[in-house]
């Protein structure tokens, strides 16, 4: 896990940076969660940098139409710090 590799809409801020482990995954996962209950991405953007930007500070709008119990979930998987991002465990 040392290669930058995928899109960049759905890449951990650790990715970004070139030093991740498992945890980038559930990261991942979160921008698929938020796509499927929002239709848009959590982190737009027209460029490279201007996704990674957004990215790296981790602010997105919630989304609005599901569950509160949904948002938390997005929530603690799209935390920008791995350690505090919940695990597949």
Do not use: H
Not at 3 to 29: H, R
Request: some cysteine; charged content about 20%; proline content about 8%.
């Amino acid at each position: 896990m040392d290669v930058v590799a995928g899109t960049p809409y759905f890449m951990a801020p650790e990715v970004i940076d070139g030093n991740y482990q498992e945890k980038c995954d559930i990261w991942s996962l979160g921008v698929v969660l938020y796509m499927l209950v929002s239709g848009q991405l959590p982190f737009p953007g027209t460029s490279k940098p201007e996704v990674f930007g957004k990215i790296k500070k981790g602010v997105y709008n919630e989304p609005m139409n599901c569950t509160e119990n949904c948002r938390d979930l997005i929530r603690k998987m799209l935390t920008v710090n791995p350690s505090k991002r919940l695990s597949a465990a």
